[in-house]
């Protein structure tokens, strides 16, 4: 079955570190990558997506993330960051083929606190 | 432009009570999708609709869920029976097209279910 592992449950950072969340999916087809984060109260916001071509994404605020196919890894990267990154940070996955389902297969989340 | 709403925010039922979650998607968009995020774990899949038709319900528990998305008026998810199980966070998410034309799902806010 296809599944989402983020192996980080919990991760403890101060100010101006730098961050890796690692993501690696099990699905051999072609995929489509998303990451969301969830800001304390607040709904999930994408933060980046990948479907096709360079295979380093910029997001918003920052963030970027490598898409490496033979890993089967999307990891998320900020070199540096603030005490406001404080969240809960979720890896997810579609298939990508025309029509049917599209459906996000989500990690478990991490959760990451980022001290002043 | 308002994100997509959910209501109610929090909803307690006791067991053996029905339980009705509403979505009203974004403005402009004809594709729904319904994912369930149980204590310490990701959001799952459940259902996915277009106007009036399910697309994919294969996340959806066999016996006492249902959803429905009609022609006018919000999504619905209905649980029947609720079971202390059922305790979760619903969250509703909608995109203008299917994910395999490159668009995001934007995700409501959720409603908290608990059961006594």
């Known amino acids: 079955a296809q599944s989402v592992s983020q192996h980080n449950h919990h991760v403890i950072l101060s100010e101006a570190a730098s961050l890796e969340l690692g993501c690696n999916y099990s699905?051999?087809?072609?995929?489509?990558l998303f990451w969301y984060v969830q800001y304390p109260g607040q709904h999930l916001q994408l933060l980046l997506k990948y479907f096709s071509g360079d295979p380093l994404v910029k997001g918003i605020k920052g963030f970027e993330a490598e898409f490496i196919k033979s890993k089967f890894s999307f990891n998320l990267r900020k070199p540096s960051v603030q005490w406001s990154d404080t969240a809960e940070y979720f890896c997810a996955v579609t298939r990508s083929y025309g029509g049917a389902t599209n459906k996000l297969i989500f990690g478990t989340g991490t959760l990451l606190a980022v001290q002043p | 432009n308002a994100g997509v709403m959910q209501n109610p925010r929090h909803l307690v039922r006791r067991r053996g009570q029905e339980a009705r979650l509403r979505c009203s998607p974004m403005k402009g968009h004809s594709h729904v999708y319904w994912y369930r995020q149980l204590p310490e774990e990701g959001l799952k899949f459940m259902v996915y609709?277009?106007?009036?038709?399910?697309?994919?319900e294969s996340g959806m528990p066999k016996e006492r869920f249902s959803a429905e998305f009609p022609k006018e008026g919000p999504s619905i998810l209905r649980i029947q029976q609720v079971v202390r199980g059922d305790s979760a966070a619903y969250f509703c998410a909608s995109s203008p097209e299917g994910l395999a034309v490159g668009n995001e799902q934007f995700f409501g806010p959720g409603t908290r279910l608990t059961v006594l």
């Open positions: 609709l277009q106007k009036e038709n399910i697309i994919d």
């Open positions: 699905y051999g087809g072609t995929v489509n």
